[in-house]
């Protein structure tokens, strides 16, 4: 079914610089090794494989970062990233003066000005990564800069230790916890100018949080999904065409939602396949705007294609950017027109919605 | 593949480097700040590698995704040594294939690089925010920056509204448990002599203490545990090992040791420890009553076993001559949480007294030599720096301990916890009392001690992914779901809720000449028994990888070490 691996590589080493075609092979090969045909994840090796980088609370470009543990009983942890509050922080030295790291100094306001707060899940497929992970630390760090925000990661419960719903669980009690911090509140009228965030699994994270937030009480003023992960149980064409051509497989998809799903679902739970038979109507709904981003080489473009027009059924506001050259991961090393237009993209949005008054 | 440079340094980290610029510019940055490490002219060849790998790895199962594959059997060391991790997963699915020789980077200078930016993390622990809880944080920093501003007067009023402070709040956990340390430090600081202020009992008080916080908290364990698996690993093949231990204590660490040497295939070898500590004040030789315990062990699991107690009251007073280091034999020389205590000020002239003594580590020519320590940095020259973090990390400390006592349900355990809460005040008291050669308690990160290791003449030995996983093991018997254990280019850290508290790594000094060329990452396994065979990198990684008991260049001649030690088993 899919092609022969001589075939396949040398196809997608051609639409990718050759350090990102390293970066992903290398996450596809380690990730091959820990998933286990019975369903079970090797999650010391996954654990060992994965690189980490710790928060700094010592600006560097301009960002600084801290954890946060919100929520103890699930040991839920958060890694903040915000624009340095302190005056000294010429970048091109080390600042030599003692650095407070004091939380109540991390805590200060960003900003009299309105400013965004970015709610990101970082992606994995639901298994694999953390917020500290180095790829996405970069990430966030990077859209701090971007769009003047603060970037609250949030490093969920993965599977298949922690199925559904404990990823939407913990990111719904990250949004609670941010609409308590008073430092995160800006503008005038004083409001959480929160956006969800994310990429891969993050995405379908990003979009679950939001349904939640609906009747919260909560605005979230946009949503953010990067290559996010949908499926169903059909197959679709995208799915037949590019498997194994690009990194990833329809197999290792299944594998992913089988061990996220809850025991004996199928790929139509509404969780996997929103806009499915057994999901949910948004017609009416305030669901936030949505800013979905696909990568027109991502086996599961069908999905996600099909959940921008579920949106728009829906009579939901979605922008669709379609990126016909762009593989998974192409966010994650700042190295191609891809990258560097879709983070204008994302800046613009930012920017178009922060100001968005609402009316109820 | 577009306009863009692929060896731009990564967004992140420009700037964020206190060493030098970086030493190996032909490192591709990007990948770095994904946490690998490759040199922008190796690139292709690592992909060619990595196409090769994957279709072994289909090859050997027949499937071409998702399966439990061999690979993720084998022991794995350092990921972020891309190219030497593929070429070790190589060797093991496709031995036949050795592929174009390739010689790794020089990794040294380059190891420092991605992780040597000043780290502060705040304590994730601070979460209750009280505005007492927070008040007394900052009358805590006011104080110390009045401290250090030579404000006495100051200080001793902030001292006193903190006091009153104490008496509103809880101290029985949190910020109020803490500060109330704290405080008590820096009131000791102020009114007593500075050699006074830190007041400590007796060695054997102090390895009560030590042995308590041994209990209530992984964290000795978890340096016992890495250590022993790494000196198991570098004993491989060898018949006579000799152990040296820069501090006995209770001889906690060496049961377990004893235990998996029995238990190693082909037979245990004959096992030397000699044990540093302190002399008895009282005239009990307290480190032979340890030697006599571990010799009764080692009697029981038949594994031939010899004790030499070296009485110091510190590490520099050692000479090599008391180790009676025999030739042939393989030696560990282990340290936990010693070391630091051999540092100076790190602006004070002239050589500290770790200088001398890695030296003649090194001229013992140790297979493996063990290091674990506080992961922070509590030797800053400056007062209100060094009392910031010892705040923090402390703080995080306390915090791990309080959740493990949360959780448990002994009385036992529960008074474990409290004292190990006066051996870890011991530790705060010098940190914030004492100056000069008073003090002892000279953390410093990681990093730093790597780059003294390295600049000893010292190699690293990466800890690898069978260690990591044990430790992660190890931790699921504690309760209070927060510990984390990291690997970090061949090191192995474990914290509490993402801010590392205790490093583990191993070096060794045995496998070159004095004036050879520094030796590529790749080659450290060399042949950890075979000296002499030309094999390639390839096939000394794979030898690593199948854990060979090979042919042992050590002669299993009569033992002719001389017979001065103080205690024999079997």
């Known amino acids: 079914m899919a092609g022969s691996n001589e075939v396949n590589a040398s196809e997608s080493q051609r639409v990718v610089p050759l350090n990102t075609w390293v970066l992903i092979s290398n996450f596809k090969l380690k990730y091959n090794m820990l998933r286990r045909p019975d369903g079970t994840f090797n999650r010391h090796l996954a654990e060992y494989f994965d690189r980490k980088v710790p928060a700094n609370a010592t600006p560097v470009n301009g960002v600084l970062s801290f954890d946060r543990l919100i929520d103890r009983p699930t040991s839920l942890l958060v890694r903040i990233y915000r624009p340095s509050p302190f005056l000294d922080t010429d970048s091109t030295q080390l600042s030599t003066s003692p650095v407070s790291s004091l939380l109540t100094d991390l805590i200060q306001h960003p900003s009299t000005d309105p400013f965004p707060v970015i709610i990101f899940f970082h992606g994995g497929s639901f298994a694999h990564s953390s917020a500290n992970t180095a790829i996405y630390d970069s990430l966030c760090r990077r859209f701090v800069s971007l769009c003047n925000a603060v970037v609250i990661s949030v490093n969920y419960r993965r599977s298949p230790e922690y199925r559904y719903p404990c990823a939407y669980d913990d990111g719904w009690a990250a949004l609670k916890w941010a609409s308590t911090q008073p430092w995160l509140h800006s503008g005038k009228d004083s409001k959480l100018r929160v956006f969800l965030a994310g990429d891969s699994s993050g995405g379908n994270i990003a979009h679950h949080v939001a349904v939640r937030a609906i009747e919260s009480g909560i605005t979230i003023f946009g949503n953010i999904l990067l290559n996010p992960m949908f499926g169903g149980q059909t197959r679709t064409d995208s799915e037949e065409r590019l498997d194994g051509k690009y990194f990833v497989t329809v197999q290792d998809r299944d594998w992913y939602w089988k061990a996220f799903l809850p025991e004996g679902a199928d790929r139509d739970h509404p969780a996997c396949n929103p806009f499915g038979p057994n999901g949910n109507d948004l017609k009416g709904l305030p669901f936030p705007k949505s800013l979905v981003v696909v990568a027109g080489l991502d086996l599961v473009q069908d999905w996600q294609l099909a959940y921008v027009d579920g949106l728009k059924k829906a009579g939901q506001d979605v922008k669709l950017v379609y990126r016909e050259q762009a593989t998974i991961g192409f966010y994650l090393l700042p190295n191609t027109d891809h990258f560097y237009q879709v983070m204008e993209e994302i800046k613009s949005f930012v920017q178009k919605w922060i100001e968005y008054k609402i009316t109820c | 593949m577009g306009p863009y ?100 980077p020089a990794p040294d200078a380059w190891e420092d690089q991605i992780y040597s930016q000043p780290q502060r993390a705040v304590a994730a622990r601070m979460e209750e925010e009280e505005d007492s809880g927070i008040r007394l944080v900052h009358l805590l920093m006011s104080s110390a920056d009045a401290i250090q501003r030579g404000d006495v007067a100051l200080a001793g009023s902030l001292i006193d509204e903190m006091r009153l402070l104490l008496t509103r709040v809880n101290t029985g956990f949190g910020i109020g448990k803490v500060a109330g340390y704290f405080v008590d430090a820096l009131t000791r600081r102020l009114f007593s002599a500075s050699s006074a ?285 927060g510990y984390c254990v990291e690997e970090v280019d061949g090191c192995l850290t474990l914290g509490w809720h993402s801010r590392p508290l205790i490093a583990a790594s191993a070096w060794r000094a045995d496998d070159f000449d004095e004036d050879a060329r520094p030796i590529p990452d790749n080659f450290i396994f060399n042949s950890i028994s075979n000296t002499n065979e030309s094999n390639s990198s390839i096939n000394n990684n794979a030898a690593m990888l199948r854990r060979r008991n090979s042919n042992n260049n050590n002669s299993r001649s009569s033992d002719s070490s001389s017979q001065q030690e103080s205690i024999h088993g079997m």
């Open chain 2, 197 to 481: 202020a830190a007041a400590s009992g007796s060695p054997a008080e102090y390895e009560i203490l030590y042995h308590h916080f041994y209990e209530a908290s992984p964290y000795l364990k978890f340096a016992h545990f890495t250590a022993n698996q790494a000196i198991l690993e570098a004993f491989e093949g060898h018949d006579r090992v000799h152990v040296i231990d820069f501090s006995l204590m209770h001889g906690l660490q060496w049961p377990a040791l004893i235990q998996a040497l029995a238990l190693r295939p082909g037979g245990p070898p004959a096992l030397r420890l000699t044990g540093i500590g302190p002399p008895s004040p009282d005239g009990r030789d307290s480190l032979r009553e340890i030697g006599l315990r571990l010799a009764e062990l080692a009697r029981s699991v038949r594994v031939r076993f010899a004790f030499r107690g070296v009485a110091a009251n510190r590490l520099d007073d050692v000479r090599p001559w008391m180790l009676q280091v025999a030739p042939g034999e393989a030696v560990a020389v282990n340290s936990v949480m010693q070391l630091h205590r051999l540092l100076s000020d790190p602006d004070s002239p002239g050589p500290a007294p770790i200088d001398s003594v890695l030296a003649w580590i090194r001229g013992l020519r140790p297979k493996i030599i063990t290091v674990v320590e506080q992961e922070a940095d509590h030797n800053k020259p400056g007062f209100l720096d060094r009392f910031t973090e010892a705040l923090f990390y402390y703080s995080t400390v306390f915090d791990s301990l309080e959740a493990g006592r949360a959780s448990c349900s002994g009385a036992q355990q529960q008074q474990s916890t409290a004292v190990a809460e006066v051996y870890l005040q011991r530790e705060i008291r010098d940190i914030v009392c004492c100056e000069g050669p008073d003090r002892a308690e000279r953390h410093e990160p990681l990093m730093r001690w790597r780059a003294r290791m390295i600049r000893a003449g010292l190699r690293p030995v990466h800890l690898g992914s069978n260690a990591f996983k044990q430790a992660r093991m190890l931790l699921t018997l504690f309760s209070g779901e």
């Open chain 2, 5 to 104: 440079p692929c060896g731009s340094a990564a967004t992140g980290w420009e700037g964020g480097r206190s060493e030098a610029p970086c030493a190996a510019p032909e490192i591709d940055g990007l990948l770095a700040g994904a946490g690998y490490r490759v040199r922008s002219s190796d690139l292709c060849h690592v992909a060619q590698r990595l196409e090769r790998l994957e279709s072994a790895m289909v090859g050997s199962s027949g499937n071409h995704v998702d399966f439990a594959h061999p690979a993720s059997d084998a022991v794995h060391y350092n990921p972020s040594d891309l190219a030497a991790w593929v070429d070790s997963m190589l060797s093991e699915l496709a031995p036949a294939d050795p592929g174009p020789a390739r010689h790794a």
